[in-house]
């Protein structure tokens, strides 16, 4: 028998080692190597693969950059393996858009790398049915992802360039429950609130107040607090105030517009 295909869980040597299972009794290794196969994670199909020819790269990116740091919630990764990030980057940065770095998108902006995405999105435990605002839309890369784990999006751009090009691009792509709009986060959307959950990823010296009074009791903020190097925080509004959790050292751009003239 010949095999020619060989599939990404396979182990070198191994593309027949189905059917020779079948003509001889199983032993402990071949038992132990079907079992870790079993456990890896389901590469796309051909059919997908010639549809989108960087399906592969994409369910790598994932499994490698995302899976194995700990990103867990199955909505999100399903949501990872589906939006095309290299069509949130320039041309000319497409080559890179599945790199484990992050990626240039305009004027001193970045996208951040997929794993600083998840991590943050994964903090906000969305379940599906939520109102969701971001501040910073960048390239809308991470608008697309929540998109497909929250009911409703609102974004904010202050960069009226990128904004509009990120605008662009998600209608393009079809994430109908997504609102770009272009302007300063700071004050947030008081005509859209409350909202559900709020992510920023740009970074403020300290969360603007106005965006904590349009959380619902119970929602959450995801964002990076600090000058250079923040700390990433999720912050739940509660009955009588707020709980602060502090985790991982990030490095995101600062927040601009309103926020510099409240630092003076």
């Known amino acids: 028998m010949s095999c020619k295909v060989h599939s990404p869980t396979s182990l070198p040597g191994d593309a027949c080692a189905p059917a020779a299972l079948r003509s001889r009794p199983r032993r402990r290794g071949t038992a132990l190597w079907l079992a870790l196969v079993l456990l890896l994670p389901a590469a796309p199909s051909p059919a997908a693969a010639q549809s989108d020819p960087l399906a592969f790269t994409r369910h790598q990116m994932v499994d490698r950059q995302v899976k194995k740091r700990g990103v867990k919630a199955p909505r999100l990764l399903s949501a990872m393996e589906e939006v095309p990030r290299h069509l949130f980057v320039p041309q000319e940065q497409r080559e890179r ?97 409350p909202f559900d959950a709020i992510l920023l990823t740009t970074a403020p010296e300290e969360l603007p107040e106005p965006l904590f009074e349009q959380l619902k009791e119970g929602g959450k903020i995801v964002a990076p607090i600090g000058t250079l190097v923040q700390k990433l925080q999720v912050i739940t509004k509660t009955a009588d105030g707020r709980q602060v959790r502090n985790l991982i050292p990030v490095r995101l751009g600062r927040m601009t517009g309103e926020i510099e003239e409240q630092r003076r």
């Open 97 to 193: 858009a599945y790199d484990d770095a992050p990626v240039r998108i305009g004027r001193n902006q970045l996208l951040p790398q997929a794993y600083l995405s998840a991590r943050m999105i994964e903090l906000l435990e969305l379940d599906g049915d939520e109102k969701v605002l971001e501040i910073g839309t960048g390239s809308g890369y991470d608008a697309a992802l929540l998109s497909r784990v929250a009911r409703e999006v609102h974004t904010i751009e202050i960069d009226e360039d990128l904004g509009r090009q990120a605008r662009r691009t998600l209608r393009q792509l079809g994430y109908d429950n997504v609102t770009v709009h272009i302007g300063d986060g700071y004050r947030g959307l008081p005509e859209e609130a």
